[in-house]
């Protein structure tokens, strides 16, 4: 593995205590929803680059 070319990260799931309860247009579980989305294609689209990982 390359260090020009880390292995993306998992985002850290937030606390329940983060989440006010107020229906947020944005609560933080939204946010922290995309950004798993986020990670899962980036770490899909990593392994093509690097199918070795995988094993």
Known sequence: M?????KPEKPMAPDPADCCGGGCVRCVFDLYDVA????ETDLAAWFVRH???QA
């Open 2 to 6: 390359s260090d020009s070319d880390p």
């Open 36 to 39: 798993l989305e986020r990670y």
């Open 51 to 53: 199918p070795a990982a």
